[in-house]
């Protein structure tokens, strides 16, 4: 009874059909039997068919039509400025206000930061102290490291003097032993005369000599022998002393030419070490003058900031591409706040599988977000690499884009949009092992109503979009189509609507 009831519910069609047999066979000549018998079958026919259909698949249909099969990805992507330059920043000094953010388009004298205008008087008189230290120690440095040669001059000197010496020593005492040579040769003749003299006179017979001649004669012998005698020793004396006086002066000699080679082998050694001295001085001067240089620097760059009371402004109209310090917080180290140079372009980085970044040419656009700006980009250049198969792809920024700032992106590009004539969502197509095909329904009507039956339409995929939701066919597809059921459905199956 349940059964009846649910399939009138289901099937108003087909109870209208039988009531309708009926009365015509009440209308014909046949007995009373006759009729009740085919209102048995009508009844029994309807409870079969509605146990059957509440067994039935039920399923939504979807109509194929015209539509564009669109190509897109997107990417997490690096804003960076194609160039940018640093704006000097005093590291340490404690940030007040902050007027100004990444990304921000200013002007000429716009402000930026304002710094403690006591710490920046500070520093400044803390940078002059160490420019004076500086200084002295660069004349420090700069001074002659030559060595004093006063040892080695005056041990020349000595070895002059010396040299002088040993040629008087030598004249003087030559002169000497030429002098007592020279009493010598008298000497001789004197005592040789005294001998003759004494050899004559004892030879001498006539009138023989008398012993008051002979003892004179002896006696001047004698004398002019010691005299002799004398003068020899007076040679030998001269000659001794000649050799003592030229040792002497020769070993004054060999101590002064030995006194000088001390002297310029010490003045050797002190020109080696004043030359290593004066290049370390040189190196130390040379790094010394950088820091100076980065000082004096500094201390400009703090004079113009205590002269504008702290304030640091646009020095031009530029884009702030960076700016990390923080109110209340030190100006950090390093390159902080950071300006676009002018006429330099913004830079979109981002990488895709290679596979889609080989679909992309010059000139594409791409759609960049960050935050709650957005504009479009031409991609500049796709670079592939073999090794991870990537694409690393080049976009740039229109002047005219406003509240970007260097940091990360989000990125999306169409590749291609095509039109097709038959488009539908993918969770239509199906598979068997005969290829891609749909499930159309089809219509049939009979005594008891209509039956719709699942007919297999085999179709050609012709391009599913990136998002994997539709897809371009080509086939016969003659009506609406299966895109989704509360169970599986076979072609050649009955199915119902959803309703």
């Known amino acids: 009874m349940n059964c009846v009831n649910k399939t009138k519910e289901l099937l108003p069609a087909a109870a209208r059909g039988a009531k309708a047999m009926a009365a015509a066979l009440r209308g014909q000549a046949a007995g009373r039997w006759t009729l009740r018998f085919f209102a048995a079958m009508v009844v029994l026919t309807l409870a079969a068919r509605g146990t059957s259909g509440a067994a039935m698949a039920r399923v939504s249909l979807v109509s194929p039509g015209r539509g564009t099969i669109v190509q897109k990805a997107s990417a997490t992507a690096e804003i960076t400025a194609g160039e940018s330059e640093p704006l000097e920043l005093p590291a340490g000094v404690t940030v007040r206000t902050v007027y100004a953010a990444a990304g921000q388009q200013l002007k000429e004298g ?74 010598l040769a008298p000497a001789q003749s004197a005592r040789d005369e005294a001998a003759k003299n004494l050899e004559e006179l004892q030879g001498q017979t006539d009138p ?30 001269a000659e001794a002393s000649r050799e003592d006086s030229l040792l002497s002066a020769k070993r004054s000699l060999e101590n002064a030419e030995n006194a000088l080679a001390q002297a310029n082998d010490a003045y050797s050694k002190a020109q ?50 960076v700016c990390t310090p923080r ?71 229109p002047e005219t884009a406003t509240g970007f700032k260097a940091g990360a992106a989000q990125t999306e590009l169409v590749f291609s949009r095509s039109a097709y004539d038959l488009c539908l969502p993918v969770a239509a197509l199906r598979q068997d092992t005969q290829g891609s095909y ?36 080509e086939g016969s597809i003659g009506g609406d189509v299966i895109v989704s059921s509360d169970r599986s459905v076979s072609p050649g199956a009955s199915v119902r609507l959803e309703e």
């Open 110 to 183: 716009d402000p930026i930061l304002l710094l403690d205008l006591e710490e920046l008087e500070d520093e400044l008189a803390a940078a002059k102290a160490t420019r004076s230290k500086q200084e002295a120690q660069l004349a420090q440095l700069g001074a002659s490291t030559a060595p004093d040669d006063s040892s080695v001059a005056s041990a020349r000197q000595s070895l002059d003097r010396a040299k002088e010496d040993l040629a008087r020593t030598d004249e003087r005492t030559a002169a000497e032993v030429n002098e007592a040579k020279a009493a």
């Open 208 to 237: 023989v000599p008398t012993e008051e001649e002979l003892a004179a004669a002896r006696s001047a012998l004698e004398e002019a022998e010691a005299a002799l005698a004398g003068a020899k020793q007076a040679v030998s004396a």
């Open 272 to 321: 080696t070490s004043a030359s290593l001295t004066a290049q370390t001085n040189a190196a130390e001067a040379e790094s010394l003058r950088l820091e100076k240089e980065k000082n004096d620097e500094k201390i400009d760059l703090l004079a113009s900031l205590v002269e504008a009371g702290g304030l640091v402004s646009a020095p031009r109209d530029a884009l702030l591409t």
């Open 327 to 397: 109110q209340g917080q030190p100006c950090p180290e390093g390159e902080c706040l950071q300006l676009a140079k002018e006429g330099s372009e913004r830079l979109v980085r981002f990488s895709l599988p290679a596979e889609q970044a080989e679909k992309i040419a010059a000139g594409l656009t791409v759609t960049v977000t960050q935050g709650s700006a957005s504009a479009e980009a031409a991609v500049r250049t796709v670079e592939l690499t073999e090794e991870d198969e990537t694409g690393l792809v080049t976009a740039v920024l």
């Open 438 to 473: 749909v499930l159309t329904v089809e219509e049939t009507k009979n005594a008891f109503g209509v039956t719709l039956t699942a007919l297999r339409v085999p179709v050609t995929v012709l391009e599913v979009d990136s998002a994997g939701q539709f897809a371009a066919v």
